[in-house]
């Protein structure tokens, strides 16, 4: 196992939110880590800032999850800079919300891209490298809907559930491998994602959930790091939801 500051973590959709605060708390405590975006180019780099404040090692780049080609190249240049991933936590995503009986064929394939088929991508891209080093940490961003479904996000809830069953299955495919696979499937945490939420839906959301409040990206950012820790190597295929007891 390499030293810590020899240890890259490659965290996907790292310019805001979760991704960001995943990426802050990586380089807090020492490791390199890359920052990849799909077009906020400018928040990238104040993530890169910050990350580079704590004395760690920084890469920042973009690819369009939904295109194999651009996430091919990211390989290459990964590979080229140095920067393969010991650690990949698969965390960019967005939602969807609308009633099932509007959404598109053309959205249902979006969603999915994304919030699916991009975790298999990266993960199949990334994963021969830590198969030869037996040794890596497979992170997926999940979300609680893919455990219990929530109406009007149907599409999303199955992605994020596909997330769930992804992750387990790869667990027993790559321990073997020495790498674990798990999945962090967050309640409401208080990013761009919920902003479309209004004043009132915003408390009445708050109600809701037990412990009177919505989640952080730091809080979600302390439970990824603890999967990634050596001394974790026994978790492995677990979905685990930082949810403030709301979906327990
Ligand atoms: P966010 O603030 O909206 O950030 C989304 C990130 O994903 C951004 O970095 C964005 O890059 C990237 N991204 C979006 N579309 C992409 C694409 N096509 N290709 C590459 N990157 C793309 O979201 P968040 O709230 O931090 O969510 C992070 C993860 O947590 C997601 O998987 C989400 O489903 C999950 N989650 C969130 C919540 C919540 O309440 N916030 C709850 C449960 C689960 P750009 O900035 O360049 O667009």
Not at 50 to 68: F, H, K, P, Q
Not at 82 to 99: E, K, M
Not at 205 to 230: D, F, H, M, W
Request: hydrophobic content about 40%; overall charge negative; some cysteine.
């Amino acid at each position: 196992m390499k030293p810590i500051g020899e240890t890259t973590v490659l965290i996907t959709g790292a310019s805001r939110g979760i991704g960001a605060a995943i990426a802050a708390r990586f380089a807090r405590e020492g490791y390199r880590i890359v920052i990849h975006y799909a077009k906020s180019h400018e928040q990238a780099n104040e993530v890169a800032r910050r990350c580079m404040s704590y004395g760690s090692e920084v890469m920042t780049i973009s690819a369009d999850l939904r295109s194999t080609e651009q996430l091919q190249r990211m390989k290459e240049k990964l590979e080229a800079e140095g920067f393969a991933p010991d650690i990949l936590v698969n965390n960019a995503g967005t939602a969807y919300y609308g009633l099932f009986t509007d959404v598109t064929e053309a959205d249902w394939d979006e969603c999915l891209a994304i919030n699916l088929k991009g975790a298999f991508l990266c993960s199949q891209l990334f994963a021969p490298y830590m198969i030869r080093q037996r040794y890596g940490r497979i992170i997926n961003i999940s979300s609680v809907w893919g455990i219990s479904g929530a109406s009007c996000e149907v599409m999303y809830s199955a992605a994020k559930g596909g997330v769930n069953a992804f992750t387990k299955a790869l667990a027993k495919e790559l321990a073997p491998s020495g790498i674990t696979v798990n999945a962090v499937a967050p309640g409401a945490v208080d990013t761009d994602m919920i902003e479309h939420l209004d004043t009132e839906e915003r408390h009445a959301l708050q109600e809701e959930i037990p412990l009177g409040r919505l989640g952080t990206p730091e809080e979600v950012a302390s439970l990824v790091y603890y999967l990634a820790l050596p001394e974790s190597g026994y978790v492995t295929g677990q979905v685990i939801s930082p949810n403030g007891g709301w979906q327990a």
